[in-house]
Structures are given as C-alpha cells and as structure tokens.
C-alpha cells in the first residue's frame, strides 16, 4: 500500500513569509509525529496526534510552529514569519499504535526540504 | 535527560562486515531501533529490538543490545555499495518524556568501497 507523503518536497521561502507543509499518513495509522532534520544532525520531535487526544507538543521550538490533524487523517505543519535557522527537512511519520506496546514502529514520508532566504 | 550517541563515520570495503555503534543514556527505553537513510529520501525503519532482548537477526543485519551498559549496535554482513547510507539509531522515549517521541542519534554516514 501506499506509504506516508509529504507536500511539497522543496519549498524556497522568504524570511518572514508563513509557509504550510502537508502530510498524508498510511491508511489506518491513528498516530501521526513531526520531526525536524537540520543539516548534519538528528532529528528533533516537533510534534505528536495520536486519535482524538491533545496533541504533544512538547517539541515544538516556538509559538511561530503549530500543526493541527484534520478528521484523524491528514496534517499541516504551519511555520509562520519564517527565519533562516528555520530551514531544515521537516519529516513526518505514522505508526499504527501508540504507548509502550508492539504495533508503534515509525514510518517516514520523503520530506519537506525547507530553504528560507 | 535523554541522550543518543553515535559515531558520525564508518568507511568498509565492499564484501566486509559493517558495525555501527550507538549508546543511550535512558534505561527506561523499551524499544531500539535502526533507520537507514539514503541521499534525499526519507528515514526507512531496518530493525527494532525490544528492551528485554540482547540479539535480533534479520537476513544480513544483526543487532546486539546490552541494556547494561546501554550500547546498542548494528551489524551488517557482507555489506554491499547499496548499503551506503546514514544509519540512525533511535530510542523510544521512556516514561519521562513520553512514549510517543524517537530520540534519534545524529546518524553515522556508512561508506562502502570497493
């Protein structure tokens, strides 16, 4: 079946413009994570949707971030009055479960390479 | 806190065998894992091992996990060109942080040659 994708795969920006990026997780995964990969680096959890629940959103680096998830399914990731050090690839990933038990392995869109000029 | 180290370079010849290491400081961790990453692509899961564990074979990977010293690593045979890559390592987070997050080391970049 189809995997996670992400829209759109590049997006260029200029500094202090908002931008939106999507995310389509696997068909039937209740939870939905948002991670950062900056140049050379791991990646950073931003954000976590698991069902009807309040989203985690312990990882996200300031109030100019904020994501919702729409009808369980698909969800945007809106950085508004964008910076440079914002620029990294912004990753998404669903699992089929949540918690501690088997079923919550990870999987991964493309990605969105965001540049902010 | 949680914290996930990892080597950032590996360089094998084609045909050897590839170890990769990584250490995490959570003990709490209850699964492990290893992604592979290859140049402009997204992060595609390789393995996992529960935390009560110590071996896991999958074909041509190995995973070693002594939650001891919390050292995990991942060992490729007879590793191939295709196998160039980044290969992270990543916890899950314990009852600290929440079971939700990955905590990812910064990725060791394999290199094969021939």
């Known amino acids: 079946g189809a995997g996670v994708s992400q829209s759109p795969s590049n997006k260029v920006t200029e500094k202090g413009k908002d931008v939106e990026l999507r995310c389509d997780p696997i068909?039937?995964?209740?939870?939905l994570y948002w991670y950062r990969q900056s140049l050379g680096q791991g990646l950073e959890f931003l954000i976590y949707f698991q069902g009807n629940s309040a989203p985690d959103k312990s990882g996200l680096p300031s109030d100019r971030f904020s994501a919702e998830r729409t009808g369980g399914s698909v969800s945007t990731l809106t950085i508004q009055r964008t910076q440079q050090e914002d620029s990294a690839v912004y990753l998404c990933a669903s699992s089929p479960l949540s918690g501690r038990g088997l079923g919550n392995e990870q999987y991964f869109g493309p990605g969105t390479r965001l540049t902010v000029t | 806190g949680e914290d996930v180290e990892q080597s950032l370079f590996l360089s094998v010849r084609e045909g050897d065998s590839s170890v990769i290491n990584c250490t995490y400081t959570d003990s709490s961790s209850t699964y492990l894992y290893w992604y592979k990453q290859e140049p402009g692509a997204g992060l595609q899961l390789l393995t996992y091992i529960f935390s009560n564990m110590d071996m896991k074979q999958d074909q041509r990977l190995t995973v070693l996990l002594n939650k001891k010293d919390k050292h995990l690593s991942l060992r490729i045979a007879d590793t191939q060109t295709g196998d160039s890559a980044i290969y992270f390592c990543?916890?899950?987070?314990?009852?600290?942080?929440?079971?939700?997050?990955?905590?990812f080391g910064a990725g060791t970049r394999l290199a094969v040659h021939p």
């Open positions: 990543a916890e899950r987070g314990g009852p600290s942080g929440g079971y939700n997050k990955l905590i």
């Open positions: 068909s039937g995964h209740t939870a």
